[in-house]
């Protein structure tokens, strides 16, 4: 068994995202007994080139380059699904990874609309941070919402506007993973895309 740290790279297309991935992966490093992870800073690209062809390639393939040789990790891509459909784009995207870097582990996640939407998944753990009041409840719409920012900005009590830029990490730092989980099927699907790109085993 590698005695190597496990190493994971990272795209993002949003500037709040920099700080708030990080913070999630590292979470669900420690939710499984990984305390020494090596977690990049992610390289932050804009959606329209990721998703135009040769753009995820050559981003995948670039990171690919920096990681230690036969390091255990990989490289996740995490892009917000806006009005694509997940089940779709992320397949066809992760098929363009893979075929340019088929020695390392790759995987694509399509936040559903959002990055914001798995905190309105565990929206009753949000109370106290970032301007969030107690007593939330995750709205049905969570997964189909068109702004999950702008539901953010909406409950706050402070008078406050979401500034992704600003509030993304805390809230990153405070949500539920475990409620997260259970009530988004994207961030399932993310935390299930961590653990392939941990053990090298993906789950279905």
């Known amino acids: 068994m590698s005695t190597q740290r496990i190493t994971i790279a990272s795209v993002v297309e949003g500037e709040g995202e920099l700080a708030a991935l990080p913070i999630v992966l590292r979470r669900l490093m420690h939710r499984e007994g990984i305390w020494d992870a090596d977690i990049r800073p992610p390289h932050l690209v804009g959606r329209g080139r990721l998703v135009k062809q040769g753009g995820l390639e050559a981003t995948v393939d670039a990171l690919a380059r920096r990681l230690p040789p036969a390091a255990p990790g990989g490289i996740l891509a995490l892009i917000d699904a806006d009005d694509d ?38 929206a009753p753990s949000l109370g106290g941070h970032a301007g969030m009041p107690p007593g939330l409840t995750v709205p049905g719409d969570h997964e189909t919402r068109r702004d999950c920012k702008g539901w953010l900005t909406h409950h706050r009590t402070d008078g406050g506007q979401y500034r992704p830029r600003v509030d993304q990490a805390p809230l990153a730092t405070a949500f539920d993973m475990d409620m997260a989980q259970a009530n988004s099927s994207s961030f399932d699907k993310f935390c299930r895309d961590v653990s392939y790109l941990i053990t090298g085993k993906r789950e279905v």
């Open 85 to 122: 459909c997940p089940a779709e784009l992320g397949p066809a995207l992760l098929r363009r990874a893979v075929a340019v870097r088929p020695d390392r582990r790759v995987s694509v996640v399509l936040a559903n609309r959002e990055f914001e939407a798995w905190f309105l998944a565990a």
